[in-house]
């Protein structure tokens, strides 16, 4: 009776530690209502509109870690590094960390490479439990290839542009599930998906 129970206790440990180191991967991004994310060859985000800019730093601030790739941080670079240190961790991959080192702050500001499934590993032994994938092409691409997007939250900017950086690359053939949609005000809406059959819970 007494082993019952202890095996009981062991597999509920298990369960919950499992619940508790499962991570979730939510991949934000801002497009024009034609699929870029950038306007023609412009690097950044400067199309994005004011309603659009407090959504995403307020719904940042939910997340304890964020990923993205160095042509996003270079196109960021100043912002960030003037910005108060974000409480979560910024992970910058490059395979050029070493060009990075200057800049490089454990915790707050990091600089690694690595295939999408192993940094999902590390972030998570880390505790790193709910992370913002943020861009771009590549970077979304490789992790939903991988199966690591639990969701997608996109926003939709009421322009077209005709050229530019799309969301993802290759060919892909995913469905996805809404789960909702907000309206930010001035035609902005963010639409969130479910990406159905992840595997992020690692
Ligand atoms: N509107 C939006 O929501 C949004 C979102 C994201 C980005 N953007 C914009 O899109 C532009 C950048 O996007 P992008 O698609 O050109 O580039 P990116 O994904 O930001 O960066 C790509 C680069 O990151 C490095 N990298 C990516 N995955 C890696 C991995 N697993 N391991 C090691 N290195 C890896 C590689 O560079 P190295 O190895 O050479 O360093 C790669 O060339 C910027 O203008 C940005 O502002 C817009």
Same mark, same amino acid.
């Given at each position: 009776?007494?082993?019952?129970?202890?095996?009981?206790?062991?597999?509920?440990?298990?369960?919950?530690?499992?619940?508790?180191?499962?991570?979730?991967?939510?991949?934000?991004?801002?497009?024009?209502?034609?699929?870029?994310?950038?306007?023609?060859?412009?690097?950044?985000?400067?199309?994005?509109?004011?309603?659009?800019?407090?959504?995403?730093?307020?719904?940042?601030?939910?997340?304890?870690?964020?990923?993205?790739?160095?042509?996003?941080?270079?196109?960021? !670079? %100043?912002?960030?590094? *003037?910005?108060?240190?974000?409480?979560?961790?910024?992970? @910058?991959? +490059?395979?050029?960390? &070493? #060009?990075?080192?200057?800049?490089?702050?454990?915790?707050?500001?990091?600089?690694?490479?690595?295939?999408?499934?192993?940094?999902?590993?590390?972030? !998570? %032994?880390?505790?790193? *439990?709910?992370?913002?994938?943020?861009?771009?092409?590549? @970077?979304? +691409?490789?992790?939903? &290839? #991988?199966?690591?997007?639990?969701?997608?939250?996109?926003?939709?900017?009421?322009?077209?542009?005709?050229?530019?950086?799309?969301?993802?690359?290759? !060919?892909?053939?995913?469905?996805?599930?809404?789960?909702?949609?907000?309206?930010?005000?001035?035609?902005?809406?963010?639409?969130?998906?479910?990406?159905?059959?992840?595997?992020?819970?690692?």
């Amino acid at each position: 009776m007494d082993s019952e129970i202890g095996g009981f206790a062991t597999v509920a440990h298990k369960v919950l530690s499992d619940i508790l180191l499962a991570m979730k991967i939510i991949a934000l991004a801002a497009l024009s209502l034609d699929g870029y994310m950038t306007r023609h060859d412009d690097e950044g985000n400067s199309f994005t509109s004011g309603v659009e800019k407090e959504f995403f730093a307020r719904v940042l601030n939910t997340f304890n870690c964020s990923v993205f790739g160095s042509a996003t941080f270079d196109a960021a !670079r %100043e912002q960030i590094l *003037a910005a108060p240190p974000a409480r979560r961790l910024r992970l @910058v991959l +490059t395979t050029r960390p &070493e #060009a990075y080192a200057p800049v490089h702050k454990h915790g707050f500001l990091e600089f690694a490479a690595g295939p999408p499934r192993e940094i999902a590993e590390k972030l !998570r %032994e880390r505790g790193k *439990a709910r992370c913002a994938l943020l861009g771009g092409t590549r @970077v979304f +691409t490789d992790f939903l &290839e #991988a199966g690591l997007i639990d969701e997608f939250w996109i926003s939709f900017e009421p322009v077209f542009f005709g050229s530019g950086k799309r969301l993802l690359e290759g !060919r892909l053939d995913r469905a996805l599930e809404l789960l909702g949609i907000e309206d930010l005000g001035g035609s902005v809406l963010v639409a969130k998906y479910r990406v159905p059959g992840n595997l992020s819970a690692l």
